[in-house]
């Protein structure tokens, strides 16, 4: 039921899709998702979970191959 309301394999879809356009680098959030799904986690986290993963992305203004602890924590923030 809940599925059926909050449609969540539509949700990540979209996600993917949004995701094709942000790149950083190399790095492709969509390999993530996809490896969250691998682990055993539902529909609705995975979804959860790359919606947070796409904000951060945007506010990301460095190259994520050489971050530094200071450049995470300034995001996280």
Do not use: W
Request: aromatic fraction near 8%; charged fraction near 30%.
């Amino acid at each position: 039921m809940l599925s059926e309301i909050y449609d969540y394999e539509e949700r990540l879809q979209r996600y993917k899709r949004i995701n094709k356009g942000l790149r950083n680098e190399g790095f492709s959030a969509p390999v993530p998702i996809d490896h969250m799904a691998t682990l055993g986690l539902s529909v609705a986290r995975v979804s959860k979970y790359a919606s947070h993963l796409l904000v951060l992305l945007r506010v990301i203004d460095f190259d994520l191959k050489e971050a530094t602890r200071s450049d995470v924590e300034r995001v996280i923030a």
